[in-house]
């Protein structure tokens, strides 16, 4: 059947021979021509033909891929949550701390290519089962490390970058040959929701988890035995689709891999966007942060006025961006520049803001919120909503390329005016920013005690002095 997990450890799991025969009903192919040119989609029936697996089952398969980046981005931010009691473990100051995840990042980052080879040849489950098992080893042994051996903590972080790379370039690919078109959005979107909700938890756990135990080091001892389950879970619920099948028409040859010169000669035509994205978010976040520097000698409220220029600024040129796309490529590439130069300003100043707006003994659990707020009101439900505008335009036009190209331009202008509406808030950020500082500022130094929750008392005079009396004798 297809899709079973009868091919050997690490070796090619969709086998031509098991892919369903053309024509059979409910596959590509089987449903006529309906229209030359235009992608077939299989109904749920031929999905389940194709896959092999029910759609009950290809929904569990997508529960437990979300199970495990949830986990992924908990074992991230959880050393965040307990930064502060490594830092004194180890004596360390935060130059060293930083390295913790410079080190994590640069493996991860060196690694994602040598999984993604891996996933488009090798059985993905199995990969995934491997690397997952040996990333819950690594922070378990992690939490063991001696005082004295610093840079074997920094070794352990590197090693847990295998496990993150080996789950984060393949899982996603596996959603994509179970599902097409509308199901596929929605299901990714699910996916890529644990990533905020992960990264909270993380914090959340972390710094908890060290209150409760006592000792931060059972905090990196909390996701390990997730792993565990989490390797049980991949072994006995996931099963590998074919490559590709739910894509392809009944009349084309299977996919067969290429060479990686090959992949990454293909892949270079599609990175003019990225490559545009990474040097304007340098650009950007550099310039934000030295021009707020420069403004707070005159202007105290300059942090959330920069951030306000940024958003506000980056909206029409982004916008002009999607309006141009379809007559100037030149120009859509020039204005989307501009606009995610001046959308970056705001990223380092944000966390800045944040930080000095919130006491020492709660900046976790408020960053742990920030990121979870600003997830759950951007990328976590964004692309979903992007595409139900998409598809409501749709249907009240007659199908064709030009049709889904208007949709989806129209459905992302949207993104425009959300970056207007937040540079509106920072405009009101900017009316509150010096007094929630100074009060931050003041509760720090221990000058400003904080009243208690069960403080019911009113001042009333008595006897020509004021005393402070319970608000039912009054009521009385």
Known sequence: MAGSDTAPFLSQ???????????????????????????????????????????????????????????????????AGVLPDIEQFFSIGDSSSGLIQTVFISSYMVLAPVFGYLGDRYNRKYLMCGGIAFWSLVTLGSSFIPRERFWLLLLTRGLVGVGEASYSTIAPTLIADLFVADQRSRMLSVFYFAIPVGSGLGYIAGSKVKDVAGDWHWALRVTPGLGVVAVLLLFLVVREPPRGAVERHSDSPPLSPTSWWVDLRALARNLIFGLITCLTGVLGVGLGVEISRRLRRSNPRADPLVCAAGLLGSAPFLFLSLACARGSIVATYIFIFIGETLLSMNWAIVADILLYVVIPTRRSTAEAFQ??????????????????????????????????????????????????????????????????????????????????????????????????????????
């Open 13 to 79: 799991a969709d086998d031509p021979e098991d892919r369903p025969v053309p024509g059979t009903p409910g596959l590509p192919g089987s449903m006529g021509n309906p229209k030359s040119g235009e992608p077939e989609v299989p109904d749920r029936e031929g999905l389940r033909r194709i896959t092999g697996l029910s759609p009950g089952h290809s929904a569990l398969i997508v529960a437990v891929l979300c199970y495990i980046n949830l986990l992924n981005y908990m074992d991230r931010f959880t050393v």
């Open 371 to 476: 990121i979870v707020l600003s997830h759950l009101l951007g990328d976590a439900g964004s692309p979903y909503l992007i595409g139900l505008i998409s598809d409501r335009l749709r249907r009240d036009w007659p199908p064709s390329f030009l049709s889904e190209f208007r949709a989806l331009q129209f459905s992302l202008m949207l993104c425009a005016f959300v970056g207007a509406l937040g540079g509106a808030a920072f405009l009101g950020t900017a009316i509150f920013i010096e007094g929630d500082r100074r009060r931050a500022q003041l509760h720090a130094q221990g000058l400003l005690p904080e009243a208690g929750p069960a403080d019911d008392r009113i001042v009333v005079p008595q006897r020509g002095r004021s005393t402070r009396v319970p608000v039912s004798s009054v009521l009385i």
